[in-house]
């Protein structure tokens, strides 16, 4: 059984396409190479398996043949075992049976934690915090397992009761949780208002099957009862999803029959053109899309089309660059092949795609497209616009980049520890517009830091280190070492000193999640909002029709 199962993986895997990705013999000649190949692989794990000195994981040996077939293809073709199914349907449709919470493992003591419980789900409604750390699920003690085994026992048939033992941080004994699991709909429009009294701001965070119908429900509600006169999509971060969602958001801001994105794959036949299916919307409102460098596939088809047809600017900075387009293949065993099948191109003909996987460097690395190898296109109204590497804004807002410290701050469990204990001795808080963090509540949180340990490295520091090695080998520190010990000063962690530094991103990160414990997603957006450039700007361009116009017009000023 163990043999047919994997020859039944192969032979799926051939019969998807992907295999042995070159065409360029005859296709007779290429269907003698895979079999030939197949017999050989075939044959290798049987003898490895029953000769091999010691005992062979047959299951793990094949996978990890699979895993590198497919990872010297592209990071997006990869092979989905039946354990791991749930969670794929669950992005394609943002739904699952469970708890409706983030769970996280800690990095010290051990343990998962919940990290955030969702606006109306089943942990939020049994009263279960952030921060509370999950003893036992049921019978079983699940203190030592991993947050994603967890994670696999609170899933479950909706309707489908269980009691959580839980340790709240402050509290002494563990307390017992009823919960009762319900089908979890994650909503893909975080938050949608009003800013500057008249222009609608809605943030869009992936692209389900769902997500269309998200955006126009948010999106009528704008226009017809807060009668807003522009409008702001949000799509920094959001990674992707489903192609159809793109087109159908579109379809809300363009005449019905546009060609919105084509595609075109090695088998002819699966060529395609997406068109917007149905009546528009609005094809006249003013509109502006935020994206940045995580705003990926189907999130930058809907930016860079609508700025291809000039019915929308962009603002941010330059999109992610993937110009490629996943499809799913079953496999024997309720396993899944997501396979790259095409490439796509948007209005005016151009592939964003960046990176070029079909030609890697000796090391296997996968060089950008520069820019001096795209070519131009132009949008409807001719504006010159260029394929290779994303979607360029029109009024592009550089982001500060995150230093180190920011990254170990997010990643550690101190900050969370904090903000729990600060919100077990806050009950409430002012609504998201009023709120403000003290600098006293700041400098309690850099003695909290320093009295937990916090550490972070500092990639200055290393790369000190490896300078002075190497300078110390060829012989220039026998003349004069004081540069190295200047600098040794200058990188030599200072958890006081860096928190001074880099206060304003300390704050702005201690506030976003101190208003997420009191009004979950959408707070913590709106709090992220209150200083954001990229925003701003937008927000100046729609206020401006003049500039507007001549933005999408291509007019010099």
């Given at each position: 059984?163990?043999?047919k199962r994997?020859f039944?993986?192969?032979c799926?895997?051939?019969?998807s396409?992907?295999v042995?990705?070159?065409?360029a ?5 290429n ?12 044959a290798?794990?049987?003898e490895?398996e029953m000769f091999?000195?010691?005992s062979?994981?047959v299951?793990?040996?094949?996978r990890?043949g699979i ?9 997006y073709?990869?092979?989905?075992p039946?354990e791991d199914m749930g969670?794929f ?5 943002g739904?699952y ?7 996280r493992q800690?990095?010290t003591?051990?343990?998962t934690?919940i990290?955030e419980?969702f606006?109306?789900?089943p942990a939020?409604e049994?009263?279960?915090k ?5 003893l036992a ?7 030592t397992f991993s947050s994603?085994?967890v994670?696999?026992?609170l ?5 489908s009761k269980?009691v959580l033992t839980?340790?709240r941080?402050?509290e002494?004994k563990?307390?017992k949780?009823e ?6 709909l994650?909503n893909?429009v975080?938050w949608?208002?009003?800013e500057n009294?008249?222009?609608?701001y809605?943030?869009?965070q ?18 017809e009862?807060h009668?807003?006169k522009a ?6 971060n959001?990674?992707?999803g489903i ?8 379809g809300m801001?363009t005449p019905k029959g ?6 075109q794959?090695?088998n ?16 006249v409102m ?6 940045n460098?995580?705003?990926?596939s189907?999130a930058e ?8 047809m000039d ?5 941010g900075q330059r999109?992610?660059g993937?110009?490629?387009?996943q ?7 309720n396993?899944?092949l997501k396979v790259?099948i095409?490439k796509y191109?948007?209005?005016?003909g151009?592939?964003i795609q960046?990176l070029?996987?079909?030609h890697?460097r ?6 950008a497209?520069p820019?001096s ?8 109204n001719?504006?010159?616009v260029?394929?290779g ?10 982001e500060?980049?995150m230093p180190?410290?920011?990254y170990?701050?997010a990643v550690d469990?101190?900050?969370l520890d ?6 077990q ?6 609504p ?6 003290s600098?006293e ?7 909290y830091?320093?009295e937990?340990g916090?550490?972070y490295?500092?990639?200055s520091e290393k790369a ?9 080998f ?12 200047t600098?040794?000063e200058?990188?030599?962690p200072n958890l ?6 880099f206060?304003?991103e300390?704050k702005?990160l201690l506030s976003?999640e101190i208003?997420?414990?009191y009004?979950y997603?959408?707070g913590?957006?709106r709090?992220?909002?209150?200083d954001?450039?990229v ?8 206020a401006d ?5 001549k ?5 010099k000023?």
């Open positions: 059984m163990q043999r994997i039944g993986w192969l799926a895997l051939w019969l396409g992907v042995f990705p070159g065409w013999q005859e296709k007779n000649d269907h003698f190479e895979v079999s030939k190949n197949l017999d050989i692989f075939n290798l794990v049987k490895v091999y000195v010691d062979v994981d299951d793990k040996t094949v990890r895993d590198a077939m497919l990872g010297g293809l592209d990071p073709t990869e092979y989905i039946e969670d349907k669950q992005l394609v449709t739904e049976g469970g708890i409706g919470a983030y769970i800690r990095r003591n051990g343990g934690m990290i419980p606006e109306g789900m939020a049994a009263g279960l952030a921060g509370d750390l999950i699920i049921d019978t079983v003690d699940v203190s994603d085994k994670s696999e026992l899933k479950g048939v909706p309707n269980m839980i340790q941080p402050g002494k563990p307390r949780v919960v009762v699991r319900k089908q979890v994650v893909q975080t949608y208002g009003v009294d008249s222009i609608g809605i943030y869009l992936s692209f389900t099957d769902k997500s269309a119908q998200e955006v126009k429900k948010a999106f009528l509600d704008l226009k009862n009668h807003i409008l702001v999509l949000d799509l920094r959001n990674g992707g192609l159809d969602g793109a087109v159908q958001i579109v801001f546009t060609k919105v994105v084509s595609t794959a090695k002819k036949a699966m060529n395609r053109i997406y068109r917007t299916p149905v009546d528009p919307i609005d094809t003013p509109m502006a899309v935020l994206i460098g995580s705003s990926a189907a088809i809907l930016s860079g089309s609508l700025q291809d019915r929308a600017v962009l603002v999109s992610f993937k110009g490629l387009v499809a799913s293949r079953d496999l024997p065993y396993g899944n790259t095409s191109y948007i209005p005016s151009r592939c960046q070029d996987y079909s890697r000796a090391d296997g690395s996968v060089a497209i820019d190898l795209t070519s131009v296109f132009y949008t409807r001719g504006r010159p260029r394929d590497g994303g979607v360029r804004p029109e009024f592009e807002v550089e500060p980049k180190t410290l920011m170990y701050l469990t101190v900050l904090f903000v729990t204990d600060w919100a001795k806050h009950k409430t808080i002012p998201v517009e009023e709120f403000q963090l600098d509540d700041f400098e309690a949180f850099k003695a830091a320093s937990k916090f550490t490295d500092r990639q000190l280190k490896n300078l002075k090695e190497v300078a110390e060829e012989g220039y520190l026998e003349d004069d070492s004081t540069l190295f010990k600098l040794e200058k990188l030599t006081g000193r860096d928190f001074d530094r206060k304003p300390i702005r976003a208003v997420k414990r009004y997603q959408k913590e957006l709090q992220n909002l209150k954001d450039k925003l701003a700007k937008a927000l100046q361009v729609l029709p003049v500039l507007y116009r933005t999408l017009s291509g007019e000023e």
